[in-house]
Nanobody, 112 residues
Framework: QVQLVESGGGLVQAGGSLRLSCAASRSIFSTNAMGWYRQAPGKQRELVALVTTLGRTNYADSVKGRFTISRDNAKNTVYLQMNSLKPEDTAVYYC??????WGQGTQVTVSS
C-alpha cells in the first residue's frame, strides 16, 4: 500500500508563492509518472502538472510559466513550485502517482 502525504498549502496574497511537497511511503517514484491536480469548489478536478519517469513535464495552459513541477526520486518526493499566484488558483491540490495513488489534498487559497 502506498501513502502520499502532502504539505505546503496555505493562504497567500495574489502574486505570492507557495511550494507543495508530496512524499510517498515507499519507493515508487522512479518507475511511475506523477503529478498534481486541483479542484476548486463547484468545479471538476483538473490536471495542473505532471512529470514522467523520463523527466518530461506537461502543464495546464493556465499555469504555464508560473508553476514548476519537479521530482526527487531519492527522497520519494514530488514538488510543485507555484509563483505569481492568482485568486483563480485557489483550490484543493492533490498529489497523484500513477496509476491510481492519490494524496489527501492540501488547500491553497490566494487572496486578492
Amino acid at each position: 500500500q502506498v501513502q502520499l502525504v502532502e504539505s505546503g498549502g496555505g493562504l497567500v496574497q495574489a502574486g505570492g508563492s507557495l511550494r507543495l511537497s508530496c512524499a510517498a511511503s515507499r519507493s515508487i517514484f522512479s518507475t511511475n509518472a506523477m503529478g498534481w491536480y486541483r479542484q476548486a469548489p463547484g468545479k471538476q478536478r483538473e490536471l495542473v502538472a505532471l512529470v514522467t519517469t523520463l523527466g518530461r513535464t506537461n502543464y495546464a495552459d493556465s499555469v504555464k510559466g508560473r508553476f514548476t513541477i519537479s521530482r526527487d526520486n531519492a527522497k520519494n518526493t514530488v514538488y510543485l513550485q507555484m509563483n505569481s499566484l492568482k485568486p483563480e488558483d485557489t483550490a484543493v491540490y492533490y498529489c497523484w502517482v500513477s496509476p491510481l495513488y492519490w494524496g489527501q489534498g492540501t488547500q491553497v487559497t490566494v487572496s486578492s
